[in-house]
């Protein structure tokens, strides 16, 4: 049974950079799939951050490109999430999740996710 | 960018069928998934790839997807069903969810 857990600081100052990890249970990195970020702020809806391959190829959402950072250590078994520069409005709820993307018939959706992990922003 | 439009909200009578639409420019030509919502708790897959359930999601759900709506049907609608539910496409390398719509039963 594939689990994941994320983990990391619930609290963080403005401009600082939030940083989480996601433990990965019952399934190697290494093995396949994609493997990413989505965050809900209070309230409302999903946004994905970004994805990761075990080969270290990524996909980012073009509105936090600039400010994000997803990396993978197979050795662990996890990836994490940098985001710099924070903000209030980056207050949310992230989850991690497995991701399943196929090329050829072009999709890409999440079939499993950990529980989330809530972040606030404030000074 | 690409737009998923979602209604806010849909209301079902209790035992009845509840459909939610997922509209987007040709929606028809990619693959739709759906995730189901209950508060304080993680998103699950109910519907991947337009009409696909995965192991463990009743046969109630049920999706289909044409021209330039999606649908999710709840038939049978139970109590437990009442959550906000996402669609979801993969477009231009990006994912992209739908606003999200909040399901009622009555």
């Known amino acids: 049974q594939v689990q994941l857990q994320e983990s990391g600081p619930g609290l963080v100052k403005p401009s600082e950079t939030l940083s989480l990890t996601c433990a990965v249970s019952?399934?190697?990195?290494?093995?396949?799939?994609?493997w990413g970020w989505i965050r809900q702020p209070p309230g409302k809806g999903l946004e994905w951050i970004g994805s990761?391959?075990?080969?270290?190829?990524?996909y980012y959402n073009p509105s936090l490109k600039s400010r994000v950072t997803i990396s993978v250590d197979t050795s662990k078994n996890q990836f994490s999430l940098k985001l710099s520069s924070v903000t209030a409005a980056d207050t949310a709820v992230y989850y991690c999740?497995?991701?399943?993307?196929?090329?050829?018939?072009?999709?890409?959706?999440?079939?499993?996710w950990g529980k989330g992990t809530t972040v606030t922003v404030s000074s | 960018s690409y737009e998923l439009t979602q209604p806010l909200s849909v209301s079902v009578a209790l035992g009845q069928t509840a459909r939610i639409t997922c509209g987007g420019n040709n929606i028809g030509s990619k693959n739709v998934h759906w995730y189901q919502q209950k508060p304080g708790q993680a998103p699950v897959l109910v519907i991947y790839r337009d009409s696909n359930r995965p192991s463990g999601i009743p046969e109630r759900f049920s999706g289909s997807n044409s021209g330039n709506t999606a649908t999710l049907t709840i038939s049978r609608a139970q109590a437990g069903d009442e959550a906000d539910y996402y669609c979801q496409v993969w477009d231009s390398s990006h994912v992209v969810f739908g606003g999200g719509t909040k399901l009622t039963v009555l």
């Open positions: 019952g399934y190697s990195i290494s093995s396949g799939y994609y």
């Open positions: 990761i391959y075990h080969s270290g190829s990524t």
């Open positions: 999740a497995r991701g399943d993307w196929n090329d050829r018939y072009y999709y890409y959706y999440m079939d499993v």
